[in-house]
């Protein structure tokens, strides 16, 4: 079946260095990839989303490109600050489908 | 802009109790849904639904029983809760559930059974 798999749980990063967040899916159709987030009490909410191959999207510093070649929408950062700290959740979904599919999520956690 | 609410924001049950956990937006959306987050295990769909009265179960739905009696309200029923069970509930809408739609979610119900 569908499925979409974050290889790290926990990456721990200090101020300023660059991020790099694994999400590679398996599907059936051609997906639509989104990154969620979710800050510590607060709702999940979009971050950035795409469907097109090779194409870079980005949102408030945070890049990715679905490569549909290698299955993968790795979600990046040139330089993370201490707000960065957060429940990172790469999701995939298929045309006709209703339902979105969730990876396991990534803890992103900043020190000074 | 709208919000999804959620009540309770916290709830404490009983082992074999039958729980109620409520959801409401004013997004006018068509689509809500039912997820499940365990700690490592990301979020599990539990049902969702495309228009009043209309429901589909997800890959979690054992166990619970949802109703989508208005647009604007969804409510997940825990049929009988389990000892030592803990998870954050959270409920979402969206659009139309189309490929491209963004979900929004509420701030969820963080059940504890003793």
């Known amino acids: 079946g569908d499925s979409v798999t974050q290889t790290e749980g926990l990456v721990t990063l200090t101020k300023g260095l660059p991020v790099m967040l694994n999400c590679t899916y398996q599907t059936t159709y051609s997906p639509f990839l989104f990154w969620y987030v979710q800050h510590l009490n607060e709702a999940p909410k979009l971050l950035l989303k795409?469907?097109?191959?090779?194409k870079r999207t980005e949102h408030q510093g945070f890049y990715a490109t679905l490569h549909k070649s290698s299955s993968s929408f790795h979600l990046q950062k040139s330089s993370v600050q201490l707000s960065d700290s957060a429940l990172y959740f790469c999701a995939s979904r298929n045309y006709n489908q209703g339902k979105l599919i969730f990876g396991q999520g990534t803890k992103l956690s900043i020190k000074p | 802009g709208g919000i999804i609410t959620q009540t309770p924001k916290f709830l404490i049950g009983q082992e074999g109790q039958k729980l109620t956990l409520k959801c409401q937006q004013n997004f006018n959306h068509d689509t809500m849904y039912w997820y499940r987050q365990d700690s490592g295990k990301g979020l599990r769909l539990i049902y969702y639904s495309i228009t009043e009265n209309d429901l589909q179960k997800g890959d979690l739905s054992e166990g619970y029983d949802a109703s989508r009696e208005k647009k604007s309200s969804f409510s997940l029923t825990v049929t009988s809760a389990q000892k030592n069970e803990m998870a954050v509930f959270l409920c979402?809408?969206?659009?139309?559930?189309?490929?491209?739609?963004?979900?929004?979610f509420g701030s969820g119900t963080r059940l504890t059974v003793l």
């Open positions: 795409s469907s097109t191959d090779n």
């Open positions: 979402a809408s969206s659009i139309e559930g189309g490929s491209a739609e963004t979900l929004y």
